[in-house]
Nanobody
């Protein structure tokens, strides 16, 4: 069965960095787009970034452009999110999500349990 396991969350200071990782299994990883999404306390699910199956193109929500970088390693079935210049409003539960196809459309059929990110001084 499809499994997505996130890791790398934690506490960071404003302006700091964190790197999230997601290990995928149970499907042909290299044939699907992947995304990261988040849910802040009391708010809805928000798409953060996405990447095409071969890693050739990446996409970001406006508030994350220039601060976050999504990448993938199809040999290791992993997708990562490097987060720099973190802000308190980045505090959220971050999810790795499998897109339903080859494009980044923020339409998921599987996601992980999430990893908590807290940005606070």
């Amino acid at each position: 069965q499809v499994q997505l396991v996130e890791s790398g969350g934690g506490l960071a200071q404003p302006g700091g960095s964190l790197r999230l990782s997601c290990a995928a299994s149970g499907f042909t990883f290299s044939t699907f787009a992947m995304s990261w999404a988040r849910q802040a306390p009391g708010k809805g699910f928000e798409w953060v970034a996405g990447i095409l199956p071969d890693g050739s193109n990446t996409y970001y929500a406006d508030s994350e452009k220039g601060r976050f970088t999504i990448s993938r390693d199809n040999a290791k079935n992993t997708v990562s999110l490097q987060m720099n210049s973190l802000k308190p409003e980045d505090t959220a539960l971050y999810f790795c999500a499998k897109e339903v196809g080859v494009i980044v459309s923020a339409t998921y059929d599987y996601w992980g349990q999430g990893t908590h990110v807290t940005v606070s001084s």
